[in-house]
């Protein structure tokens, strides 16, 4: 009996404690967080003739989704399970990219991050490889590395040619190990990244600037408009395009990578007027064979059950 009575208030006791102990529901609820670079307070002094299009970023595959990943020692790498990004971090690169560019006001045909039918004069690949909190004691900091890549597509045959590939490694101290501080020190490391970007893209843009020139532009297509046309069947109509493109290359047709045909969305004969012209002369040819016609040798026709009169009548007396 003693020992039902113990096992009893053991097990009342333990409840009580449970339920002084038990976590807030507040606690457990996920936390999300967002990259937040401070925009850009100077702008460029000049602008120049050419249009960026970022294309979204990629991330390796520990990187990828909304979780936040921390290193806990040499080897180890775990990920917060209450503390989350607000959406992929390379989706808030690329967009911190674009923003911080377009702020910065150095191109005149703008920033695109969609396909808006503009062909533009170049494009940039980026790639998360990594951005995680260090947790390790005595070593808390945060750590971003992107690799950039920078293209130009040739203004005549629409070729795509790297002419910049850089990885930027950064990496900003933390005073402890909470995420908070993490959030904090990532922002700074972005902030550092855009301004880097900016410092090393700015000579190669002004380099590239002078391959756009609307004057250059149209005098390399005078020259092409003399040489013989390839076997393709479109660079004739390319070349004719390029001597009417402002100072930004444009085009009524979206951009199309290599070695990708054009697939028409329907198909429907087109009747030119040569082969309108050729078929008038053979409707002419075909009416002029038609031996003519001789009215007087029409024969009469009666309908059924109808009486036709023939008589006569004499209207010279009718007054």
Known sequence: MRTCVRVLMICVVSAMLMGCVSIPRDELQVVRYSLDATPVTSTADTTLPLTLQIIPFQANAQQRGERILFRAGPQRMDYYFYHRWIVSPEKMLSDALAENLQEWNLFAGGILQTETGIIPTHEVYGRLNKLYAVNIR????????????????????????????????????RDDNRVDSFIESANLAVEEWLSRVRSDVRPIFESEAALFRPDLLEQAGDQRLHQEAPDEGEDGSRRLLLRR???????????????????????????????????????????????????DELPEFEEDGVETDTTEVDTSQVE
């Not at 750590?143 to 850089?166: D, S």
């Not at 697939?263 to 064979?289: G, I, K, M, N, Y």
């Open 138 to 173: 005595n070593q808390y900091k945060a750590v971003l590395e992107i690799t950039l890549t920078l293209i130009r597509i040739e203004p005549a045959t629409y070729e795509k040619t790297i002419i910049y590939q850089w990885t930027y490694p950064i990496e900003v101290e």
């Open 245 to 295: 493109l402002p100072a930004m290359p444009t085009h009524d047709r979206p951009y199309r990578p290599q070695g990708v045909a054009a697939q028409p969305a329907f198909s429907r004969p087109v009747r030119t007027s040569e082969a309108a012209d050729s078929t008038a002369t053979e409707a002419d040819s075909l009416v002029e064979d038609l031996p003519p016609l001789d009215f």
